[in-house]
């Protein structure tokens, strides 16, 4: 490989410009320091995030530089420097969360240069005999493309599942709230095929309800049928199966906050410590038009550090660990865990996937390939 390349990244200036590829040159011999890699970048992964930190990229308080797109990314290590671990090899098939905000690189590019302390999470991809190759908008779902699809969506998952400390078992109940996201594919996933949880009960559209029951969910709640959610929920909660037995955990990944006045019918008492988990806060995003304002919120904070609040609340935004990456390689090769893909775009077709993502009608993650 020569040392000179093209490097072709995603980026944009701030909510005013559209996302563009740019390009520089790039010294591959001279591109990284000691304790950094430099990673061919084979597939990355649009997410919501992305349009959020483009949306409060205001002129006035971002800078004028060029700032990456993205964060999902499997690649090869092509660069190691003499001081990086030796895990981490020359040759190495690797994928991860390049966790970033307004950087110059994001995982949108075909060359990702980084630090594995510092970007801690990166693992060795696996792969699982029985996910087989498949062919979307022609072109192969290889394992590059498969393994870019989850790290983002499932390390979401994960901290909600075990970083509050919950022990789950067969008793255990939990509600999820938009049970179609990708987080919350790979939350239920977790959930039935690793935690044995005893009860996932999903809050979706009536078209999405045998999707997501194929997906693992017990039970699935239609927002847009009868009377709404808490009346559907409520018929639901009635039945033998569950006795009026409230749920361990409400995990929100779309923006929701119509519980809130009759929370104590459903979630468990605050000393079982029961919570309320949301990565989005109050207020659905609608990512064709991203507002600001709708998505700054007090309301969030004022809750999660209120001091006499009668229950458990907390939003989050998924940690850069390693952790979760080691969990999900030993749940793929357990054959307990499949990312879900959408589709699959060429690199020069991005904004096509940016639409996709926008259109809030994935079933799965959208993935970029970027390495032909």
């Known amino acids: 490989m020569t040392n000179i390349v093209t490097r072709k990244t995603v980026t944009f200036i701030n909510n005013q410009t559209p996302p563009t590829i740019t390009e520089t040159t790039l010294d591959l011999d001279t591109c990284y320091n000691s304790n950094e890699i430099v990673i061919e970048v084979h597939a990355a992964a649009l997410n919501p995030i992305d349009f959020v930190v483009h949306e409060f990229s205001?002129?006035?308080?971002?800078?004028?530089?060029?700032?990456?797109?993205?964060?999902?990314?499997?690649?090869?290590?092509?660069?190691?420097?003499?001081?990086?671990?030796?895990?981490?090899?020359?040759?190495?098939?690797?994928?991860?969360?390049?966790?970033?905000?307004?950087?110059?690189?994001?995982?949108?590019?075909?060359?990702?240069i980084l630090d594995p302390t510092k970007k801690?999470?990166?693992?060795?991809?696996?792969?699982?005999?029985?996910?087989?190759?498949?062919?979307?908008?022609?072109?192969?779902?290889?394992k590059f493309v498969t393994n870019a699809a989850w790290p983002l969506v499932f390390g979401t998952a994960y901290t909600a599942l075990i970083d509050q400390g919950q022990i789950w078992n067969?008793?255990?109940?939990?509600?999820?709230?938009?049970?179609?996201?990708?987080?919350?594919?790979?939350?239920?996933?977790?959930?039935?095929?690793?935690?044995?949880?005893?009860?996932?009960?999903?809050?979706c559209s009536s078209k999405s309800a045998e999707y997501n029951k194929k997906m693992g969910y017990d039970y699935t709640v239609s927002y847009d049928e009868g009377d709404g959610t808490i009346s559907n929920l409520r018929k639901l909660m009635e039945t033998p199966e569950f006795s009026g037995k409230k749920f361990d955990l409400i995990f929100d990944s779309v923006g929701n906050s119509e519980f809130?006045?009759?929370?104590?019918?459903?979630?468990?008492?605050?000393?079982?410590?029961?919570?309320?988990?949301?990565?989005?806060?109050?207020?659905?995003v609608t990512y064709e038009a991203p507002s600001l304002i709708r998505m700054a919120s007090l309301s969030a904070p004022l809750r999660m550090y209120n001091p006499w609040s009668s229950?458990?609340?907390?939003?989050?935004?998924?940690?850069?660990?390693?952790?979760?990456?080691?969990?999900?390689?030993?749940?793929?090769?357990?054959?307990?865990?499949?990312?879900?893909?959408?589709?699959?775009?060429?690199?020069?077709?991005?904004?096509?996937?940016?639409?996709?993502?926008?259109?809030?009608?994935?079933?799965?993650?959208?993935?970029?390939?970027?390495?032909?």
């Open 58 to 112: 205001h002129p006035k308080l971002t800078s004028s530089t060029p700032k990456g797109y993205s964060r999902d990314y499997s690649g090869i290590i092509i660069r190691k420097g003499a001081e990086v671990a030796p895990i981490w090899d020359i040759g190495d098939h690797v994928n991860g969360m390049f966790h970033h905000v307004y950087a110059d690189q994001g995982s949108l590019t075909n060359y990702l």
């Open 120 to 142: 801690p999470a990166i693992g060795h991809i696996v792969e699982n005999p029985s996910t087989s190759s498949s062919s979307e908008n022609g072109i192969n779902n290889n």
């Open 170 to 203: 067969n008793d255990s109940r939990i509600l999820v709230i938009g049970a179609s996201t990708s987080v919350s594919n790979c939350f239920v996933q977790i959930a039935k095929n690793q935690l044995h949880v005893g009860t996932v009960v999903g809050i």
């Open 260 to 284: 809130f006045p009759v929370i104590h019918e459903f979630l468990k008492p605050k000393c079982d410590n029961s919570y309320y988990l949301t990565v989005v806060g109050d207020v659905k």
């Open 311 to 372: 229950f458990n609340y907390k939003a989050f935004f998924v940690p850069p660990r390693k952790d979760w990456m080691d969990f999900a390689a030993r749940m793929i090769t357990l054959d307990r865990f499949t990312p879900q893909i959408d589709s699959v775009f060429k690199f020069e077709e991005f904004q096509d996937a940016l639409k996709r993502l926008r259109s809030n009608k994935a079933k799965g993650k959208v993935v970029i390939s970027i390495k032909e």
